[in-house]
């Protein structure tokens, strides 16, 4: 298992997390979401090169149901 650079960690987070931040391919697949009060975690692993990672979540926001139809309206 190999350690992220910083930079390595900003372009993934750049990217939008579509990309295998250490080969940057397309070919990563995510397991399930765990969530401890305003954290959540994803482990995430690339089928090509192997690494695996853990994509980590932090409460942004909330918003109503009308809100959310409001916006796809």
Request: charged share 25%.
């Amino acid at each position: 298992m190999s350690l992220l650079t910083k930079e390595q960690k900003q372009k993934y987070l750049k990217n939008g997390t579509n990309l295998c931040p250490f080969c940057e391919s397309h070919d990563i697949v995510g397991g399930s979401v765990e969530i401890d009060g305003t954290v959540a975690w994803q482990e995430v692993s690339c089928s090509e090169c192997g690494e695996v990672w853990q994509d980590i979540y932090k409460f942004a926001c909330v918003e109503t149901q009308e809100e959310l139809n409001t916006k796809t309206s």
